[in-house]
């Protein structure tokens, strides 16, 4: 497979998504992360929300990101809120994420762009809505355009906390695991079907310092559609049902997603 992406890069690298991919939706999935930097010139305000029944919590996100000089760089930061059902109701926000993202190749078919994380301890640890540490993510994301109806999106990642604290002040190292895919069906260009597929493993540490692993797994399947306008923004309002499997039985929510994509200027 490695011999295959670097075969593949040395095709060149495209600046323009249109020049490739006409006016498609693209880099606003909800669960998966897609695999397109932002166009130059372009900036991108994102927000989710997701509800969860069987354990009452909501997370909600502030996502935007930034071109940095051309398309192969990317700068973005992540805000998350969460409310908390366990062990008390609480609201308050968690660990601010500072992101960068590489686009190593951008080709008709395919796109290859790794992003590096530092997660800030901008959350309360005492209260379970941060790590109490600074913290490091790393994600793989790819996206195969398996025909002019049909995208294929990937994901693999890592998050690694050293010491990260629990409520009682013990600490310890832990380590996440992910791994995502998803079909997208372009009924057109402005509206598409969508079909995710994650798994989560993080760890936790617990009050005697010992570590515990919750993992996750969602089905979420949903529907997104663009509204363009003249000026250049484009608006892309999303819905989602995530369902709960393995692990994650029973469990059933609603997710929504809001992009605002425009020129800088």
């Known amino acids: 497979m490695l011999i295959f992406l670097i075969v593949i890069c040395k095709g060149g690298f495209a600046e323009e998504v249109g020049e490739?991919?006409?006016?498609?939706?693209?880099?606003?999935?909800?669960?998966?992360?897609?695999?397109?930097?932002?166009?130059?010139?372009?900036?991108?305000?994102?927000?989710?929300?997701?509800?969860l029944e069987k354990s009452n919590t909501w997370e909600y996100s502030f996502i935007q990101e930034w071109p940095v000089l051309g398309q192969r760089h990317q700068l973005s930061y992540t805000i998350p809120v969460n409310y908390l059902n366990d062990p008390v109701k609480e609201?308050?926000?968690?660990?601010?994420?500072?992101?960068?993202?590489?686009?190593?190749?951008?080709?008709?078919?395919?796109?290859?762009?790794?992003r590096f994380s530092m997660l800030f301890p901008t959350g309360d640890y005492k209260e379970g809505f941060g790590s109490g540490v600074l913290g490091y993510e790393v994600n793989i994301p790819l996206s195969l355009e398996l025909s002019h109806k049909l995208?294929?999106?990937?994901?693999?990642?890592?998050?690694?906390?050293?010491?990260?604290?629990?409520?009682?002040?013990?600490?310890?190292?832990?380590?996440?695991?992910?791994?995502?895919?998803?079909?997208?069906?372009?009924?057109?260009?402005?509206?598409?079907?969508?079909?995710?597929?994650?798994?989560?493993?993080?760890?936790?540490?617990?009050?005697?310092?010992?570590?515990t692993r919750n993992d996750t797994l969602f089905i979420n399947p949903g529907a997104r559609?663009?509204?363009?306008?003249?000026?250049?923004?484009?608006?892309?309002?999303?819905?989602?049902?995530?369902?709960?499997?393995?692990?994650?039985?029973?469990e059933y929510g609603v997710f929504l997603y809001l992009s605002f994509e425009h020129p800088f200027f």
């Open 225 to 250: 559609f663009a509204i363009n306008f003249e000026s250049g923004l484009q608006v892309v309002p999303g819905i989602a049902f995530p369902i709960g499997v393995g692990p994650s039985k029973d």
């Open 20 to 51: 490739l991919h006409g006016n498609k939706i693209m880099d606003n999935s909800f669960l998966i992360e897609e695999a397109y930097n932002q166009e130059p010139g372009v900036i991108q305000h994102i927000q989710t929300f997701q509800y």
């Open 91 to 114: 609201t308050n926000i968690g660990d601010v994420a500072l992101n960068y993202r590489y686009q190593l190749i951008f080709q008709e078919a395919i796109a290859l762009a790794p």
């Open 151 to 211: 995208v294929n999106h990937w994901n693999a990642g890592t998050t690694i906390i050293p010491g990260s604290k629990a409520a009682g002040g013990a600490d310890a190292d832990t380590f996440g695991f992910g791994l995502g895919t998803s079909l997208i069906w372009l009924v057109s260009e402005n509206f598409n079907l969508m079909c995710e597929a994650v798994w989560n493993s993080p760890e936790s540490v617990q009050m005697d310092g010992t570590k």
